[in-house]
Every structure is written in structure tokens, then in C-alpha cells.
């Protein structure tokens, strides 16, 4: 059983492109939550996703940032015109089902904004 | 919404020496994970450990729900236990999302 998936591991971007972070969750996992860790802290809460609906984005920054899962395929991180300070490590956890949150971490995607 | 704190910030010990690690939450949680993060910046699963006691080779957990704290006991360790303990804490009705502690660092030395 292939672990959460994601890709790409290291992205580039110049200030003001745009950045999509793709997550695969595990096999059977319906559960897709999205973290941030910004250089040097903790992980952060931004996104709680099941199929083809957000659940809870209570940490999502306001603008240029958005989240999808939809019916068929992986699930998206997309950051619009991105910024030095979005320089950031961007993990993605699943998990099985409503009776079960233990979550599971993908590799993370390494962001650097120059 | 839950805090999570994590003691120490910092640990240095030698090959082959014990320790433990602290998680308090600031309100009761029903989903708590420990993490390693190592010098890769690898998330490795340790427990799922919203309540009790559970081990796994040299390191074990335990949580006491009804006190919001939750331990990490770290045995005879080694070198490749380096880097980052991190414990997370949420609660069903919030849809399980985790609020991660600032992390213990741990270095082991030869």
C-alpha cells in the first residue's frame, strides 16, 4: 500500500507566478488535510478536504490561496501570484474515514519563491 | 482553539541515554499524534495516542487525556534518533485536524 504521495518535491517559482502543490492520499483514505511549515517552526493547519468538498479552511490565508479534492484525481494546493513569504514546506496528511483521524504525512513539496 | 505546548524546546544527550518528552494541551483533545521529523525534514509517524499507554521498540507514549498531557519516553537512544519531536492534538468535532506543539530538538551525540 503506497503511502500519501506528493509532487513536486522542490518548486521554484519567481515572485508573482503560480505555484500547484498536488497531493495523492493513501489508498482508501478519504481525508485530505493540508499544512504549512514556514523555516525554522512548527506545521501549521491550513485546509481540511474530503471528496469534492472543503470542510474546513479556517486556516487558509484570505487571498491567493485556494484548495480542491475533487471526485477523480489528486488533490491541489494552488497559490496564486506567490511571494517571498510563501517560502514554505507544504505537507499533506490523509486519513481513513469518519472513524479514524490518524493521519498520514506525504514527503512534503519545498517551496522557494525567488 | 487548542494550544499545544512542548518541553523542552531543546535536548542534547549522549548515545545510549533515556529521556522524555512533554505535550500539554490547553483543552481536552480525542486525536493526538507524536511525529518525528528527521534531518530530511521527513514526517515519520511515531503514535496515534489519544489516550494511554503504547510502545514501539525503544521509544513508548503515554497520554493522560483527563490532565491534557501526553509523554514520550525515548530509550537507550541513538544517533539516528535526531531531530524533531512533534505532537499534535485535535478533537473529532473539528474534523480531527491537528495543532502541532514548536517542537522538541533533539540531538543525540556519539
Known amino acids: 500500500n503506497a503511502g500519501v504521495m506528493q509532487n513536486p518535491r522542490h518548486l521554484v517559482r519567481r515572485r508573482g507566478q503560480e505555484a500547484r502543490l498536488r497531493c495523492s492520499p493513501m489508498k482508501g483514505h478519504s481525508h485530505v488535510y493540508w499544512y504549512r511549515q514556514l523555516p525554522e517552526e512548527g506545521l501549521k493547519f491550513m485546509v481540511y478536504l474530503q471528496k469534492e468538498n472543503i470542510i474546513d479552511e479556517s486556516g487558509m490565508p484570505k487571498e491567493r490561496f485556494s484548495a480542491e479534492f475533487p471526485k477523480e484525481g489528486p488533490s491541489i494546493l494552488r497559490i496564486q501570484q506567490v511571494v517571498r513569504g510563501d517560502s514554505a514546506a507544504y505537507f499533506c496528511a490523509s486519513s481513513p474515514s469518519d472513524f479514524s483521524y490518524e493521519q498520514y504525512f506525504g514527503p512534503g513539496t519545498r517551496l522557494t519563491v525567488t | 482553539g487548542i494550544q499545544v505546548e512542548q518541553s523542552p524546546p531543546d535536548l542534547i544527550l549522549q548515545e545510549g541515554a533515556n529521556s522524555t518528552l512533554r505535550c500539554n494541551f490547553s483543552d481536552s483533545v480525542n486525536n493526538l499524534q507524536w511525529f518525528h521529523q528527521n534531518p530530511w525534514g521527513q514526517l515519520i509517524n511515531l503514535f496515534y495516542i489519544p489516550s494511554g499507554t503504547k510502545q514501539n521498540g525503544r521509544l513508548s507514549a503515554t497520554t493522560v487525556a483527563t490532565e491534557r498531557y501526553s509523554l514520550l519516553y525515548i530509550s537507550s537512544s541513538q544517533t539516528t534518533d535526531s531531530g524533531v519531536y512533534f505532537c499534535?492534538?485535535?478533537?473529532?468535532?473539528?474534523?480531527?485536524?491537528?495543532?502541532f506543539g514548536q517542537g522538541t530538538e533533539l540531538s543525540v551525540k556519539p
Open positions: 499534535g492534538g485535535g478533537s473529532y468535532n473539528q474534523g480531527g485536524k491537528l495543532i
